[in-house]
């Protein structure tokens, strides 16, 4: 079956726009998880659904930064007013539900490079 | 997306070897650790997962040692491969938040033919 799917893999854009990534999770997947990777860094948590509900948005970096859901699988990851140190990849993962008994997926990221 | 940068810790081994990534956790609270692979272009991939209650956990070809009294983890590639090269991270997960995992910086494996 197909997997987790990110569009687009990358992104080019000038500080001050603002860009939408994309993910695709896994089909039945309820749980979708944002992380950012910046270079040479580990992954950086940014927020997680459980359905359309994000229950804990602590981690998106500033209030620049916001996410949706909708219908339980698609979810968009919003950036406005971009600045080069937005520059990273961001990954999105799905897993059955949310909780450390439900392995995450990844997908291939999207590379975001603000000029 | 690129995950590997130009001042991660290398470890560079001899195909066939055994390797061991180390890495060290902040948060004496984790009580879940993961294993994570990537791949050049690719998301991260779970290669084996250890709770608090074990000091050691085997997969195949790889097992997981966990010190709590240091923080401490390592995963140990037996027989290393061409194919193992990739950014290995370890994720812990605190009990009160099991939606969320704390990536450490990652080390590059590179094996040598």
């Known amino acids: 079956g197909a997997g987790v799917s990110q569009s687009p893999s990358n992104k080019v854009t000038e500080k001050g726009k603002d860009v939408e990534l994309r993910c695709d999770p896994i089909s039945g997947h309820t749980a979708l998880y944002w992380y950012r990777q910046s270079l040479g860094q580990g992954l950086e948590f940014l927020i997680y659904?459980?359905?359309?509900?994000?229950?804990?948005k602590s981690g998106l970096p500033s209030d620049r930064f916001s996410a949706e859901r909708t219908g339980g699988s698609v979810s968009t990851l919003t950036i406005q007013r971009t600045q080069q140190e937005d520059s990273a990849v961001y990954l999105c993962a799905s897993s059955l539900w949310a909780g450390r008994n439900n392995e995450q997926y990844f997908g291939p990221g999207t590379r975001l490079t603000v000029t | 997306g690129e995950s590997v940068g130009l001042h991660l810790p290398t470890l560079s081994v001899q195909e066939g070897d055994n390797s061991i990534i180390n890495c060290a956790y902040s948060n004496s609270a984790s009580d879940y650790f993961i294993w994570y692979k990537q791949e050049s272009g690719k998301g991260p991939q779970f290669i084996i997962d250890i709770r608090s209650n074990m000091d050691k956990r085997q997969g195949q070809r790889v097992t997981v040692l966990l010190n709590k009294t240091v923080k401490h983890l390592s995963l140990q590639i037996a027989a290393t491969q061409p194919g193992d090269s990739a950014v290995y991270f370890c994720?812990?997960?605190?009990?009160?938040?099991?939606?969320?995992?704390?990536f450490g910086s990652g080390t590059r494996l590179l094996v040598r033919p």
């Open positions: 994720a812990e997960n605190i009990e009160d938040s099991s939606y969320k995992l704390i």
């Open positions: 659904f459980q359905g359309n509900s994000a229950p804990d």
